[in-house]
């Protein structure tokens, strides 16, 4: 048991670390490895949360794919840390630190104040359930996202046509 | 609680969601560059994500919506990232930077 508290506290801080990483970095590519770095302590906070298959497809989607597209476009738009400077002057760091840590204080105080029921019956939700639930009371937003991301690829194609078709 | 153990109370994985919200609301604002505010909305939605899983965790644990919702929500991160680098690439052919500041125009 203590064990196990030990690599959730280490999970918590590699997460954490990531998306301090992922805002505080001057370089958009290390940004981009902080980001890689909390997908990985999500997924392991899924499976911590007896959902294995969830944390596959974080690591699978969010891993595999958006970053490997963001990483294609930082190729693209070339180095930018050869740009003058990516940090802007420090009071616009202050004031995103006060509006962020005002967000986080507020919702602190409403998760603290509220009072969840938490049901003690085992939780037993396999990966069958979810497929059946997807495919038996779900299956018009399942259909619909399918949709969703066919109309964002055309529109891709169509965005990147287009502009070739300015010059 | 269900069970002993520190990874079974539910307020850590809301704070560590509530975590990436604050850095991803300050990313937004802070960084300059377009494609650094598209891995800031990436946090923001993980977090909303493991809210949801930890959520249909602990009040729900009967049913799969919470884990299938999830599900969902990587599906339109991607779609939503394949149009938003579009844009960007088309951007930065125009204009030769990505910088958000200094998007003044939207004419022609």
Redesign the interface.
């Known amino acids: 048991?203590i064990f196990?508290?030990i690599i959730?506290?280490i999970i918590?801080l590699i997460?954490?670390a990531g998306?301090?990483m992922?805002?505080m970095y001057g370089s958009?590519i290390y940004?981009?490895i902080g980001?890689v770095t909390?997908?990985f302590g999500?997924a392991g906070?899924?499976i911590?949360?007896?959902?294995p298959?969830?944390a596959m497809?974080?690591i699978l989607?969010?891993v595999g794919?958006?970053t490997v597209?963001?990483a294609?476009?930082?190729m693209?738009?070339g180095p930018?840390h050869k740009?003058p400077k990516?940090?802007?002057y420090p009071l616009?760091?202050i004031?995103?630190?006060i509006?962020?840590?005002f967000?986080?204080f507020m919702?602190?105080k409403v998760?603290?104040k509220a009072k969840?029921?938490?049901?003690?019956?085992?939780?037993?939700?396999t990966t069958k359930?979810?497929g059946r639930?997807?495919f038996d009371r779900?299956t018009f937003?399942f259909e619909l996202?399918s949709l969703?991301?066919v109309?964002?690829?055309i529109?891709?194609v169509m965005?990147?046509l287009?502009?070739r078709g300015e010059? | 609680?269900?069970g002993?153990?520190?990874?079974n109370s539910?307020?850590?994985?809301?704070?560590?969601g509530?975590?990436?919200?604050?850095?991803?609301?300050?990313?937004v604002?802070?960084?300059?560059?377009l494609?650094?505010m598209?891995?800031?909305i990436?946090?923001i939605m993980?977090g909303a994500?493991?809210n949801l899983?930890?959520f249909?965790?602990?009040?729900?644990?009967?049913?799969?919506?919470g884990?299938?919702f999830?599900?969902?929500i990587?599906?339109?991160?991607?779609?939503?990232?394949?149009?938003a680098?579009?844009?960007?690439?088309?951007i930065?052919?125009?204009y030769r930077?990505?910088e958000g500041?200094q998007l003044k125009e939207m004419k022609d």
């Open positions: 048991m196990a508290d959730f506290i918590i997460t954490l998306a301090l992922t805002v958009i940004a981009l980001l909390t997908m999500i906070l899924y911590y949360l007896n959902a298959f969830l497809m974080q989607i969010y794919a958006i597209l963001i294609f476009v930082i693209v738009i930018l740009k990516e940090w802007t616009k760091l004031i995103a630190a509006v962020a840590l967000s986080f919702f602190a998760v603290l969840w029921t938490v049901l003690s019956t085992p939780f037993a939700v359930d979810i639930l997807l779900l937003p996202i969703l991301i109309v964002a690829i529109g891709a965005l990147s287009c502009s010059k | 609680m269900t002993m153990g520190l990874y539910l307020n850590i994985y809301l704070f560590v509530l975590a990436l919200l604050a850095c991803g609301i300050l990313g604002i802070y960084r300059r560059t494609v650094s598209l891995i800031s990436e946090l993980n994500g493991l899983v930890a249909n965790r602990f009040i729900a644990p009967d049913k799969a919506y884990m299938t999830t599900l969902f990587m599906g339109i991160a991607a779609a939503e990232a394949a149009i680098l579009a844009i960007i690439i088309l930065f052919r125009k930077h990505v500041a």
